[in-house]
């Protein structure tokens, strides 16, 4: 059998797999079994174990569960809504201010977790309760969280760029500082369309509220000493990701040890500040810990034994090599590489899975109008997509000033 036929063989098994509903790392790991029990040495089926045992055996690896740990310490306690509140009462003045906090709000906790779904439980608890109640309509508030907690995924920590950094054996550092850029630029983009899209929605209420003599939401007032009084809550989050930037890209630590430092503040603030300091608070932390990190490492080795059978039957060497014949200009091979990862994303996408958080936290709102809500969010990636591919400068700068590992 040809090379390009056990590819395609290959590929068509990995479809049919997760198409069924099975667990990515058993669909995986499934088909690597698979082909390596009809396509190679019987040999190799006795060293499974060592294969995926080498290549776990890395101590970056400790980044994951770490930063899952900082994560859980804030998503299992009250932080989430403090964040929250905080930037609600700054920012209640600015048009759309209260979508715009929650934005930040997302912007901010990404930062610090580095989890989508997380993000999503966190402020989507108290934002889309808050943004319902002030008029916001159902598809903008929901939309805007699911949209917010992808956050998570390009603002560093980020769990998708260190698991990206061990299978391409890029410097984590670098990869962090390259999301910086297009998590920021992201923000922005999520931040002028809910400024304009709820000026626009209040304009029509009021419209609609003269017509018919339907009072309007009530506006909200902060007081100085009411926005002042939040600060305490809100620094030790600033005071967090400073520790964890600074200790990171002023190379005085290396990614695995900035995650410890992360995962040790974090715990201490939310016991110190939150009172979760009994076992009963951090056995939810902790066993939460615990099967997020379990799930991720599954999913991470049974990748390395997809890629190591991928490697050992020449598919991976004879995709390159087919790739390169095609002789594909740059803005082509951009397209079809972001169409790849675009249909690979099905299969665990975070605007998809967030879809699903959300309709957990709102189950009165239809699904239908959650997933019509993230669409004009879905576009402005698409935007934020063709903007790093005409200024690649937005990723590449940082990383290009950064000397670390």
């Given amino acids: 059998m040809s090379v390009g036929t056990l590819g395609l063989l290959y590929a068509a098994a990995t479809f049919l797999f997760l198409f069924s509903g099975m667990p990515i790392a058993f669909a995986v790991g499934s088909v690597a079994l698979i082909f390596m029990y009809f396509f190679m040495p019987v040999a190799q089926l006795s060293i499974i174990a060592e294969t995926i045992f080498s290549e776990l ?11 899952i740990m900082m994560g859980a310490a804030i998503g299992k306690s009250r ?53 319902r109640k002030r008029g916001y309509s159902e598809r903008l508030a929901t939309g805007l969280i699911a949209a917010g907690g992808t956050l998570g995924i390009l603002i560093p920590p980020s769990l998708t760029l260190i698991l990206y950094g061990l299978a391409t054996e890029q410097s984590i550092g670098k990869l962090f500082m390259a999301g910086v850029g297009p998590g920021l630029m992201l923000t922005g983009l999520f931040a002028i369309w809910v400024i304009y899209k709820s000026w626009a929605e209040k304009t029509e209420r009021l419209a609609t509220s003269r017509s018919t003599g339907m009072a ?24 967090l990701i400073i520790i964890v930037m600074v200790a990171l890209y002023g190379g005085w630590a290396t990614p695995s040890e900035v995650a410890g430092i992360g995962a040790f ?141």
Avoid at 217 to 223: C, D, G, L, V
Avoid at 373 to 395: D, R
């Fill in 79 to 131: 932080a989430g809504a403090d964040l929250y509140n905080s930037l609600n009462r700054w920012l209640y003045k600015v048009p759309g201010g209260l979508g715009l906090a929650n934005t930040l709000a997302c912007s901010v906790f990404a930062a610090m977790c580095g989890s989508s779904p997380a993000t999503c439980s966190a402020i989507g608890s108290s934002g889309i309760p808050e943004m």
């Fill in 265 to 405: 503040g974090a715990l201490l603030m939310v016991m110190a500040i939150y009172g979760c300091w009994r076992w009963s608070d951090l056995k939810v932390i902790l066993s939460g810990t615990a099967r997020e990190s379990s799930m991720i490492m599954l999913i991470i080795a049974m990748s390395f034994l997809y890629t190591y059978v991928m490697s050992y039957l020449h598919i991976t060497q004879s995709a390159a090599a087919w790739m390169i014949s095609l002789e594909l200009s740059k803005w082509a091979f951009f397209f079809w590489v972001n169409i790849l990862l675009i249909v690979l994303g099905f299969f665990l996408p975070p605007v998809g899975l967030n879809l699903f958080v959300i309709s957990g936290i709102a189950p009165d709102i239809k699904l239908k109008e959650i997933m019509w809500g993230t669409v004009p969010f879905l576009l402005l990636m698409v935007l934020g997509i063709v903007l790093l591919c005409v200024f690649p400068e937005i990723a590449t700068w940082l990383p290009s000033q950064y000397s670390g590992s």
């Fill in 216 to 239: 309007m939401p009530a506006e909200e007032s902060y007081s100085w000493k009411q926005r002042l009084e939040t600060l305490p809550r809100l620094a030790p989050f600033l005071g």
């Fill in 57 to 67: 055996n890395s101590f970056t690896l400790l980044t994951i569960p770490l930063f």
